[in-house]
């Protein structure tokens, strides 16, 4: 187990180190030394492959797979109350955490814990909608269907 510390003396990250830099499985600590912003796998001093982010509380942020600090694949995302917000596959966006996300498939929550929104999303907007079943606030049910896949029946 080895420790890097930042420049004010506290714990910065613990775990499997390489050529001084994270690599393998880690913990990296926010600059109070004290609370966790990340734990899972390093490469090159970076978060990569599946880990937990954490907010700067240490609430649980995201769980799952991600590369070069963005969400990729499979994987959860919390609100800071601790509601799950997203269980869903993503393509990769062009920046970590406050990107428009690619989502692909999955389920989005209201932040009181109820489901908003299960199917397949397109484009390149968190909540573009593709194929699938909205919730609204009121308790009525949306279905969303492609153009191209709706047919009639008589």
Known sequence: MNLIYYENGR???KGQVVNGEPYGYGTGYWEDGETVWYEGE???GKPQ???KFYYNDGGLRYEG???DFQYLGRGKEYFRNGNLRFERTQRGGRYFFYTSRLFVK???YYE???IR???TFTGD???KFDEGIEYLEDGTIQLHVREENYHETL
Do not use: W
């Open 11 to 13: 714990l910065k990250y």
């Open 106 to 108: 999955g389920k989005l």
């Open 65 to 67: 797979q991600h590369k």
């Open 117 to 119: 929104y299960e199917g």
């Open 125 to 127: 907007k968190s909540y």
């Open 42 to 44: 390093f490469v090159d």
């Open 49 to 51: 492959n599946y880990g």
């Open 112 to 114: 009181d814990g109820r």
